[in-house]
């Protein structure tokens, strides 16, 4: 069945540093890529999202790129601060209708 | 912006009851609702979709006399967890596509996590 793989499972980075997390997908299909950033207790948020037409998309200290040939996505953090520090979740679409399935997520630590 | 609401946000039930859990989307309709389902340190299930006006759709391996999804209206799921046991215990997260933002683009709410005794 369709899948999302993601790496790291945990990330440390010092502040002020970059964070890079990758993601694979399965489903050639696949158009839609959301990242959702989740803090503890809480539902998870869409921080950023890119469609298979483009390479690249950029918001501030956050950027996506997608490699749609070799089926990677990742996710960029620059600058990264204390309130980064959360999981991050890479996910995509499959089949029709609004369905997404997630990777299994990655534990942002960012170090003082 | 559009917002999903989850009631309850905590709930601790006995062995063998049956706990209804409410997903409303605030002020937008939502024809579509996602369940998932998140264990602690773990990545969000997708366990069903859930469709205004007719049944839901279960993803493989999730129970449907189990976890029996009502979506009466356009603003309202509901998951009821039946003869729950400890095993159910977990995070149980709705989601609804977001109005106007293209497809696929999701909403969550802030989740319901379910003990039971």
């Known amino acids: 069945g369709e899948n999302v793989e993601q790496h790291p499972s945990t990330l440390s980075v010092q502040e002020g540093d970059s964070a890079v997390i990758k993601c694979t997908y399965s489903d050639s299909a696949s158009n839609y890529f959301p990242w959702y950033k989740q803090e503890l207790g809480k539902g998870p948020q869409l921080i950023i999202d890119?469609?298979?037409?483009?390479g690249e998309k950029k918001d501030q200290r956050i950027a996506v790129t997608l490699n749609k040939t070799a089926k990677h996505f990742s996710l960029h953090i620059t600058e990264t601060q204390p309130e980064d520090s959360a999981v991050y979740f890479c996910?995509?679409?499959?089949?029709?209708?609004?369905?997404?399935?997630f990777g299994k997520g990655t534990r942002l630590h960012i170090l003082p | 912006g559009a917002v999903v609401s989850q009631h309850p946000s905590r709930v601790i039930c006995k062995s063998g009851t049956s706990v209804k859990i409410e997903c409303r989307s605030l002020?937008?309709?939502?024809?579509?609702m996602f369940w998932y389902r998140q264990f602690p340190k773990k990545s969000l299930m997708l366990m069903a979709t859930s469709n205004e006006g007719s049944k839901a759709t279960y993803e493989q391996g999730v129970e449907k006399d189990k976890f029996l999804i009502n979506h009466a209206s356009l603003t309202l799921s509901t998951l009821t967890v039946t003869s729950a046991h400890p095993e159910d215990s977990s995070f149980y997260i709705c989601?609804?596509?977001?109005?106007?933002?293209?497809?696929?683009?999701?909403?969550f709410g802030a989740g319901s996590r379910l003990t039971v005794l």
């Open positions: 002020d937008f309709q939502a024809t579509t």
């Open positions: 890119i469609r298979s037409n483009v």
């Open positions: 996910a995509a679409s499959v089949g029709r209708g609004d369905k997404i399935i």
């Open positions: 989601s609804a596509p977001l109005p106007r933002a293209g497809a696929n683009v999701l909403t």
